[in-house]
């Protein structure tokens, strides 16, 4: 499978970028992964890259984009940040991976079991990981922030901490609010699990 080039990006829609990432997870959870040559990916890729997909998700190690989706070098921008909060640095790089590089769709994927919004539920407080914890506050204060700590109470904290992402990036950057408005991308939730390996889109 060749990497993504200028002709093949810019033909693509909004559709066809979350199909592709629909096909890719289902080769990755049979473990039936696409054959790549990576080392002729990494030339084809070194004088330019146009990555169809700009993916944010948790840093787990149990979560990397590329493999989770089967897809090789040059083909997504992969932004990782425990909890996959937005903030402003992660707004930026998503403008210019869709206006500038010419994505196609954004993804927020959480994940089940993250370690982040478990420490936020439990109220965890250490240095710098408390003010990014915080930012998972508002997803808990939509399912019950005084809640007693539980699994079950944090995974509906993760899926609603996608959901409040995804309200942020429209409310906070008109550039992707305008490419969405204009159906130049898709902006979409995800949740990926993992005991299984599925990714399920909201």
């Avoid at 002729?40 to 989770?68: K, N, Y």
């Avoid at 070098?73 to 930026?92: C, K, M, P, Q, T």
């Amino acid at each position: 499978m060749r990497t993504q080039t200028k002709e093949t990006q810019e033909n693509l829609t909004a559709a066809d970028a979350h199909r592709i990432l629909v096909e890719g997870n289902k080769r990755f959870v049979e473990n039936n992964k696409a054959s790549r040559d990576l080392k002729t990916q990494v030339l084809e890729t070194s004088t330019g890259q146009f990555p169809f997909a700009v993916i944010l998700s948790c840093i787990d190690s149990r979560v990397p984009a590329e493999l989770v989706f089967d897809q090789g070098i040059g083909d997504i921008f992969s932004a990782r940040v425990a909890g996959n909060i937005i903030n402003e640095d992660i707004l930026g790089s998503m403008e210019f991976a869709c206006k500038l590089a010419g994505s196609k769709i954004v993804v927020v994927m959480g994940h089940t079991k993250c370690g982040a919004v478990h420490g936020a539920c439990k109220h965890v407080e250490m240095g710098n990981l408390s003010i990014l914890l915080s930012k998972i506050k508002p997803a808990m204060d939509k399912i019950g922030a005084d809640t007693e700590y539980s699994p079950a109470y944090a995974e509906k904290v993760a899926e609603a901490n996608v959901h409040e992402s995804i309200k942020e990036i429209r409310e906070k950057s008109p550039i992707l609010a305008e490419l969405e408005k204009n159906g130049d991308i898709e902006i979409v939730g995800a949740m990926y699990s993992v005991d299984n390996g599925e990714v399920t889109f909201y």
